[in-house]
Every structure is written in structure tokens, then in C-alpha cells.
Antibody
Framework: QVRLQESGPGLVKPSETLSLTCTVS??????????WGWIRQSPGKGLEWIGS???????YYSPSLKSRVTISADTSKNQFSVKLTSVTAADTAIYYC?????????????WGQGTLVTVSS | QSVLTQAPSASGTPGQRVTISCSGS????????VNWYQQLPGTAPKLLIY???QRPSGVPDRFSGSKSGTSASLAISGLQSEDEADYYC???????????FGGGTKLTVL
């Protein structure tokens, strides 16, 4: 069973950098054909894709967040991470990590439980 | 403003058949597979329908999906109280080179 678990600070100050890590178990992020991605959900709102990464380092980012987002992967730890710079209150959301199956689905088939990040001073 | 358009709400009574629609464009639904997710309150989204009306293991066959042109639909037959949730359509967009979500439809079982 594939499991994903988000971790990181639950509170970030405005203008600082939000950093989250997703730890994967039950699968290797180096195995294909999967991308690994981040999605967020503002309180009471819909889902927003942030970006995705392949284990080789190939990344895709949401055009609306591209200037502030970096997604990276650490295959030795079977983890991938997201950094979002210059955060504001609008970045307050539940952040989910998920596996993107390229071939069968294609789409996000396994999700983490999500972690709430609040941007506030 | 979501790239894929869904009605914000839908409702039905137990046993009824309900349809949730998702409208897109030639760069997303028109060219690529549409997936549907169910999100129960306080939980992560769950894959409900993928590809050409495929269901992951454990998803009842009361749920079905279809696509025509640049629109897609999720149908739920034999509506049950536990189907009360938010439903999202998702697709890859070739123009944006990324994943696009619908705004979600909140289904209420009356």
C-alpha cells in the first residue's frame, strides 16, 4: 500500500518561505511511471495544483505559482519537497502531496492526509 | 476562477440518480482523460473515476463517468446518504502544461 505523509511547519510568517516535505512509503519515488506532486486547498475553497516532479528532476509548475515555487526530490530518503517563497495570507491552505500515475490513470491516485499551513505574523 | 467549470452545488434524494457536469476546452477535456475525485468532509480527495469510466478497486459501480467533446459528467445512481461530499473533475491541460481542477460541486443528499 502506497502511503504519503506531509510534514513541516504549520505556521509561517508573511514574506517568509513555506517548506514542506512528503515522505513516501510502500513505493519508490525512483520507480516509474509516476510523477509526485503537490496540491493545496484554501479554507472552504477548491483544489489547486501547485506542481509535480519526476525522480530525474523534471518538474512542472502551475503558471500562477511558478515564480515562487520550487519542488525537489531526495531519492535516498524517498522524499520530495516544496518551497513557496514570499508567502501571504492567501497561501494559507491545506497542502497535500500525491502520486501522479502517468500511464494507467493518468492522474493523482494516492494522496497524503494533508497538512494545514497558516500564514500569519 | 477554475479552468474547468462545475456547478457549485447539486442535490438529490436517496435512491435517485444525480449527474454532475464539468465543462472545459479543447486543450484539456477535449484532448485528455478526465478524472473525478470525491472529497468527504475533513478528508483528502479520493480517486473515484479515471480514464474512460474506470473505477479504482472499492468504488461502487453506482458511480460512472462519461465524456463528450469538451465536457464530462459524473453520474451517481441509487444515491445514498454517504455520497454527500464535494466532487471535483480534473484533467491535464496541454496549453497550460499542467493539471487543472474544476471548482468542485457540493452534493447534498436530501
Amino acid at each position: 500500500q502506497v502511503r504519503l505523509q506531509e510534514s513541516g511547519p504549520g505556521l509561517v510568517k508573511p514574506s517568509e518561505t513555506l517548506s514542506l516535505t512528503c515522505t513516501v512509503s510502500g513505493d519508490s519515488i525512483s520507480s516509474g511511471p509516476y510523477y509526485w506532486g503537490w496540491i493545496r486547498q484554501s479554507p472552504g475553497k477548491g483544489l489547486e495544483w501547485i506542481g509535480s516532479i519526476y525522480y530525474t528532476g523534471r518538474t512542472y509548475y502551475s503558471p500562477s505559482l511558478k515564480s515562487r515555487v520550487t519542488i525537489s526530490a531526495d531519492t535516498s530518503k524517498n522524499q520530495f519537497s516544496v518551497k513557496l517563497t514570499s508567502v501571504t495570507a492567501a497561501d494559507t491552505a491545506i497542502y497535500y502531496c500525491a502520486r501522479f500515475d502517468i500511464v494507467v490513470v493518468p492522474g493523482f491516485d494516492y494522496w497524503g492526509q494533508g497538512t494545514l499551513v497558516t500564514v500569519s505574523s | 476562477q477554475s479552468v474547468l467549470t462545475q456547478a457549485p452545488s447539486a442535490s438529490g434524494t436517496p435512491g435517485q440518480r444525480v449527474t454532475i457536469s464539468c465543462s472545459g476546452s479543447s486543450s484539456n477535456i477535449g484532448r485528455n482523460a478526465v478524472n473525478w475525485y470525491q472529497q468527504l468532509p475533513g478528508t483528502a480527495p479520493k480517486l473515484l473515476i479515471y480514464g474512460l469510466n474506470q473505477r479504482p478497486s472499492g468504488v461502487p459501480d453506482r458511480f460512472s463517468g462519461s465524456k463528450s467533446g469538451t465536457s464530462a459528467s459524473l453520474a451517481i445512481s441509487g444515491l445514498q446518504s454517504e455520497d454527500e461530499a464535494d466532487y471535483y473533475c480534473v484533467a491535464w491541460d496541454d496549453s497550460l502544461n499542467g493539471v487543472v481542477f474544476g471548482g468542485g460541486t457540493k452534493l447534498t443528499v436530501l
